[in-house]
């Protein structure tokens, strides 16, 4: 079945580095991916989504591209800072009726 | 105005009983879903509802009872709560099948 593996973390970063989360994929058609973020004690929020091949999502700094060649759509931006502390999952949906998450890869960003 | 809106959004109770957590969408969406998120962070979904009618039930046990009395609500209604129900549950909607998620900030289940 439809599957998201995502890199183990924590991830800890210095403030202005750069970051990268890997999410790779498994899938029998074409899904749209999606990457979700969680703030401690708060919800899900909707960070950034791609629907095709080399389409790039983008958001508050944060992009990521669709590349079906490798299935994978990492997580990247050029410069955290403190308040991008949070759990980021990787998602996908293949036009069912679900979204299939990753475990979620925990961020830690220090001054 | 809030999307996606559950309460309650901390609840703690002990083995045995009965509790409800409500949910309500203003989005104007047609489906809604409910996904729980356990002690290691990990999320799936456990039921989803389009039009009233359900869709998606993923062998969630018997004591968890979704009801939905229009398409703006979906409540879920657990019976004879036990340790392991311990979680926090995402109330989410779409506009249809195949469309964007968004979810609601959690219902925080404590089971003592």
């Known amino acids: 079945g439809d599957s998201v593996t995502q890199m183990e973390g924590p991830v800890t970063l210095s403030e202005e580095a750069f970051l990268t989360i890997n999410c790779t994929y498994t899938?029998?058609?074409?899904?749209?991916l999606f990457w979700y973020v969680q703030y401690p004690g708060e919800g899900l929020q909707l960070l950034l989504k791609a629907t095709k091949a080399d389409d790039k999502g983008s958001n508050k700094g944060f992009e990521a591209t669709y590349r079906k060649e490798t299935t994978s759509f990492h997580l990247e931006k050029g410069s955290v800072q403190v308040s991008d502390s949070a759990v980021y999952f990787c998602a996908l949906s293949e036009n069912t009726d679900k979204l299939i998450f990753g475990t979620g890869t925990r961020l830690q960003v220090f001054p | 105005d809030t999307a996606v809106s559950q309460t309650p959004k901390y609840l703690v109770t002990q083995m045995g009983n009965d509790k409800s957590i409500k949910c309500e969408q203003n989005l104007g969406h047609d489906t809604m879903y409910w996904y729980k998120q356990d002690s290691k962070k990990f999320l799936k979904i456990m039921f989803s509802?389009?039009?009233?009618?359900?869709?998606i039930n993923e062998t969630v046990p018997n004591r968890f009872s979704p009801k939905s009395p229009d398409k703006a609500h979906l409540n879920l209604h657990i019976n004879s709560l036990e340790l392991g129900d311990s979680a926090v549950y995402f109330c989410a909607s779409s506009q249809a099948q195949g469309y964007t998620i968004y979810f609601g900030e959690g219902s925080w289940l404590t089971v003592v």
């Open positions: 509802y389009n039009n009233k009618e359900l869709i």
């Open positions: 899938a029998t058609g074409y899904p749209s």
